[in-house]
């Protein structure tokens, strides 16, 4: 038979336990915080490979939901080892919030996912990149005949923010089939072209980077 947790075993697993709420709920407002700057145009590049900041929310909102099932199996296990010598804390507005946060965060993460499948979402970072290493980002989409794409500005620490947009029609993908021009100043200029018979609007955009 295997031997009984000391008091002191309880205690330690009962302090942990407790503290599990707060996490959750901080994971939670992270995943939430990350989704709504993701809709304000945040992204970050890592070499040439983009990361969307709903992505990392995900991440925030898989480790929101890991903590709660291992917050939900310890209690029932802790409370079981302390045979009724008293129940743990578990304040109600901190659960609550907990799983509003968990849960809108989740919901946010799911729509991004459904939005970016359904609109065939890519990613492209152009070359070349301005003297100073600030960087032109392209995310293009297209549903059935609508088009569009937006452009970012990403500096060279890697963190971009959405500085333009356009609309195509017939669904086209000007950047992936290479139809503009990118060129460096005192700030970047993107030109998007177009085959000349779908045409796209606006057609020059600004890339300029923030200052850190």
């Given at each position: 038979?295997?031997?009984?947790?000391?008091?002191?075993?309880?205690?330690?697993?009962?302090?942990?336990?407790?503290?599990?709420?707060?996490?959750?709920?901080?994971?939670?407002?992270?995943?939430?915080?990350l989704l709504a700057l993701s809709w304000g145009?945040?992204?970050?590049?890592?070499?040439?490979?983009?990361?969307?900041?709903?992505?990392?929310?995900?991440?925030?909102?898989?480790?929101?939901?890991?903590?709660a099932l291992f917050d939900r199996r310890s209690r029932v296990k802790l409370q079981r080892k302390q045979e009724g010598s008293g129940s743990l804390r578990k304040s109600r507005p901190?659960?609550?919030?907990?799983?509003?946060?968990?849960?809108?965060?989740?919901?946010?993460?799911?729509?991004?996912?459904?939005?970016?499948v359904a609109y065939s979402v890519t990613y492209t970072v152009l070359t070349p990149a301005g003297s100073d290493g600030c960087q032109a980002v392209v995310r293009e989409a297209s549903f059935l005949m609508a088009g569009g794409g937006e452009i970012y500005a990403v500096?060279?620490?890697?963190?971009?923010?959405?500085?333009?947009?356009w609309t195509a029609d017939d669904g086209v993908r000007p950047i992936e089939a290479g139809q503009y021009e990118l060129s460096w100043g005192t700030t970047g200029t993107l030109v998007v072209r177009g085959d000349g018979n779908d045409p796209v609007w606006p057609a020059v955009h600004d890339v300029r980077c923030f200052e850190i």
């Open positions: 038979m295997a031997d009984r947790d000391t008091p002191n075993q309880l205690i330690a697993q009962r302090f942990v336990v407790e503290r599990l709420v707060p996490v959750i709920a901080f994971c939670g407002l992270s995943a939430v915080v145009g945040l992204i970050f590049v890592i070499g040439d490979v983009v990361v969307p900041a709903w992505v990392i929310s995900a991440v925030f909102c898989v480790m929101s939901l890991v903590f901190r659960v609550f919030t907990a799983h509003v946060l968990t849960t809108l965060g989740v919901a946010g993460c799911v729509l991004a996912i459904v939005w970016d500096h060279s620490a890697g963190i971009g923010w959405r500085s333009g947009s």
